[in-house]
């Protein structure tokens, strides 16, 4: 089965992204599309040293991972591909590796889209991006995708 994995953050560009993976699986044949958004756990804090509930954090995941499937729901109806076959899933952990982990497991992944984000240089050289870690480690292809301004 031709699978592609789509990574997505929940941006502006990420919509489009979603939009655009529904429209090139079914150009392109691919047979199924996973959506996934890598969450990374940060501990939270109400006050310095005092943690968060435990229940508040589970609440705040949970909402976060509805809000997300109904993106991707949105974007399937948007582009009429309510029936073409697709998946979400939210990951805890580091977005480029959990990415590239997904791809790594199975071999069905054809191909990763990933969103371009614009950076200053300066952000690019200290810290880097996201799709460029994907690029360099992803055991298939990767199409970067970067809107028309």
Do not use: W
Not at 20 to 40: D, P, Q, S, T
Not at 88 to 114: C, H, R, W
């Amino acid at each position: 089965m031709r699978k592609a994995l789509v990574a997505i953050d929940g941006s502006a560009l990420s919509r489009e992204l979603m939009r655009y993976a529904f429209e090139y699986a079914k150009r392109e044949n691919i047979e199924m599309l996973h959506f996934v958004h890598v969450y990374e756990e940060h501990p939270l804090t109400a006050f310095p040293g005092m943690p968060v509930p435990i229940e508040y954090d589970e609440r705040f995941r949970r909402d976060l991972e509805a809000e997300f499937r109904e993106m991707v729901e949105e974007a399937a109806a948007e582009t009429g591909n309510k029936d073409f076959p697709h998946e979400f899933s939210m990951i805890v952990g580091v977005p480029y590796n959990e990415i590239v982990k997904l791809a790594e497991e199975d071999t069905d992944y054809q191909l990763i889209i990933v969103g371009h984000r614009g950076m200053k240089n300066l952000e690019r050289f200290f810290i880097g991006s996201v799709a460029a870690k994907i690029v360099a480690h992803a055991p298939c292809s990767v199409l970067v995708y970067r809107p028309r301004i």
